[in-house]
């Protein structure tokens, strides 16, 4: 805010000056004789005449002065109001401030709760899911076991059909009659055929050959004679999907060399 000074007219102050000056003067050259008092009048005089005339400057000076004063005041004045403001968006900042930290605090703790929530979902969830997959394994288990059972009988009861067609060929070889003979084949083919498509293979051994505990066995389960042969076949053995289920039955006979063995072996025994 700009303030004019106000102007003071010097006028008067230069007249009174002016006077001052030439009363002073005319006492100075036309007093007949100059005492004490006249003296004391000139000095007065121009004392006087110059203070008059330097006191509307200093008027002036002092006006300026108390105009400066308050235009600094309004400035001051202004800037405390500045201040003001400034104070009050501070506080309206420090408030906006506290609400977001509440509202940041309220967040962070929803969202851990939630967390929480979701943590012990999980957990419950995965607890569940072991349950419902050790159960499932255990029935699965179940009924892997009862497959295995079922497959174990049928395996049996498979195994043991065949072995009685086997008996009733080897009985209708022996009956010697062709057209028996060539009925049971068939039957016995068949089958065994049927059989080979659910995955159960004969084995069949050959004959005159020697035994090996590998890949033959007895029926009473007695070991021979080193050397013995292969002698007739009482069952065929079976295997399933690659895997042995029963060795060949079979029955041995023992070679020359063996029974003369065993001749000398008794012609011994009588001796001693």
Excluded at 52 to 68: D, M, Y
Excluded at 96 to 121: G, N, R
């Amino acid at each position: 805010m700009n303030q004019t000074v106000p102007r003071l007219s010097k006028l008067p102050f230069l007249i009174g000056d002016v006077l001052l000056i030439a009363a002073a003067v005319y006492v100075a050259r036309f007093g007949a004789f100059l005492g004490q008092w006249q003296y004391v009048a000139i000095i007065s005089a121009l004392a006087f005449g110059a203070w008059l005339f330097a006191w509307p400057f200093v008027l002036e000076f002092r006006a300026a002065t108390k105009i400066a004063e308050a235009s600094a005041l309004d400035d001051v004045t202004a800037k405390i109001q500045d201040l003001d403001k400034v104070t009050s968006s501070i506080a309206s900042a420090i408030l906006e401030w506290q609400h977001l930290q509440q509202s940041s605090t309220q967040f962070v703790t929803s969202a851990q709760h939630i967390a929480e929530q979701m943590t012990d979902e999980a957990r419950r969830f995965g607890e569940l899911m072991s349950k419902l997959h050790e159960n499932e394994k255990n029935h699965l288990r179940l009924e892997v076991e009862k497959l295995r059972r079922a497959e174990g009988d049928w395996l049996g009861v498979t195994v043991r059909m065949l072995d009685h067609v086997h008996a009733l060929h080897t009985a209708g070889v022996r009956s010697g009659q062709r057209n028996v003979i060539e009925q049971l084949g068939s039957f016995q083919n068949a089958c065994r055929d049927t059989a080979r498509r659910l995955g159960v293979m004969p084995v069949l051994p050959e004959s005159d050959v020697p035994f090996d505990v590998e890949r033959h066995q007895l029926l009473d389960g007695a070991k021979p004679t080193p050397g013995a042969l292969v002698g007739d076949i009482l069952a065929p053995g079976y295997t399933f999907q690659g895997q042995v289920i029963r060795l060949p039955v079979v029955a041995v006979k023992e070679t020359k060399e063996a029974k003369a063995e065993d001749a000398q072996l008794s012609f011994d025994e009588a001796g001693s």
